[in-house]
């Protein structure tokens, strides 16, 4: 447990710093603006999820995409514009449809809605853990550590629904050679 304090006390001792921030290095400038780019286009992707799905769960959880996709745009559209740094051309959003109207040769099912926000969800969270390794400021770090946190959060609401609905993709379970059989057999009955 002591790591865990010292690493909080560091952290807010450097939070406390009198001395001027230090401008953004380029790889933190990069970071922002390619991340900028694509939280727009998931935002745009969830808008979509929502004008395709009848299923209210789905769209429920589409909805909150949408709320935490805009939210994480305009904070990092703030901060980058308090930075001086150029923002990148996004996905406009889109207008609400009805999802009945949309054929069915170009309709993605639910499993498929759900499954590829999952994705993005999956990626995002990957994104902001390499983020909070490269970054070199505090209030940067702090930022990607609040995306990591609402992806994280996010993550585990559609994870849950698609483990419910049977959506989830799960890869074939793993015996090593000398396993007892029962677990093989019980393991093939739940599949």
């Known amino acids: 447990m002591p790591d865990v304090l010292e690493a909080v006390k560091n952290v807010l001792q450097s939070l406390m710093d009198d001395e001027p921030k230090p401008p953004l290095h380029v790889g ?5 603006w390619s991340f900028l780019s694509e939280v727009a286009g998931e935002q745009v992707h969830s808008e979509a ?6 299923d209210p769960e789905l769209r429920k959880a589409f909805h909150a995409a949408v709320k935490m996709f805009k939210s994480q745009k305009e904070r990092l559209t703030a901060f980058m514009r308090i930075e001086g740094v150029p ?5 406009e959003s889109r207008p ?5 109207m949309v054929p069915l040769g170009v309709k993605l099912t639910d499993d498929e809605l759900a499954n590829s926000i999952g994705i993005k969800i999956y990626l995002g ?3 902001c853990a390499t983020a909070i390794i490269e970054s070199i400021r505090t209030d940067v770090g702090l930022l990607w550590v609040e995306f990591l946190q609402e992806y994280m959060t996010f993550g585990v609401t559609i994870k849950t629904l698609m483990k419910r609905r049977g959506w989830l ?3 074939p379970y793993y015996f090593p050679p000398g396993s007892p059989s029962q ?4 393991s093939n009955q739940n599949i």
């Open 28 to 32: 933190e400038v990069m970071t922002f």
């Open 49 to 54: 999820g929502i004008n395709s799905t009848t």
């Open 87 to 91: 923002l990148p051309p996004l996905s």
């Open 96 to 100: 609400i449809s009805d999802p009945n």
């Open 125 to 127: 969270i990957s994104y």
């Open 169 to 171: 993709k799960v890869p």
């Open 183 to 186: 677990w093989q057999n019980e």
